[in-house]
Nanobody, 121 residues
Framework: QVQLVESGGGLVQAGGSLRLSCAAS????????MGWFRQAPGKEREFVVA???????YYADSLKGRFPISRDNAKNTVYLQMNSLTPEDTAVYYC???????????????WGRGTQVIVSS
């Protein structure tokens, strides 16, 4: 069992940056792919980026380069650095963990409760 808690969301002006954190508790953090997803009002949850257990990274094409991910296995924490934010990035951001997961949300077994990000114009 893995529990995930996101933090770092908030209100930011367009063009600004935020860093989200996801702290994991439980066993075998380093064995999981850790992913970030987001869900805007009225829209489906969508993949943002993931850091695999083996060191690889999967990016949503539309966000590649703007939202780098990093993980600290010693701290059981994964980070999402969000840069050059626009109002279209407004969403609830979720952290997720899954074995051998990539970009499909059905491959993730554990989810955090999410953290709200609001980007003002």
């Amino acid at each position: 069992q893995v529990q995930l808690v996101e933090s770092g969301g908030g209100l930011v002006q367009a063009g600004g940056s935020l860093r989200l954190s996801c702290a994991a508790s439980g066993r075998s953090f380093s064995s999981y792919t850790m992913g970030w997803f987001r869900q805007a009002p009225g829209k489906e949850r969508e993949f943002v980026v993931a850091a695999s257990w083996s060191g690889g990274t999967y990016y949503a094409d539309s966000l590649k380069g703007r939202f780098p991910i990093s993980r600290d296995n010693a701290k059981n924490t994964v980070y999402l650095q969000m840069n050059s934010l626009t109002p279209e990035d407004t969403a609830v951001y979720y952290c997720a963990a899954g074995y051998r997961a990539r970009w499909d949300l059905t491959e993730y077994d554990y989810w955090g409760r999410g953290t709200q990000v609001i980007v003002s114009s």
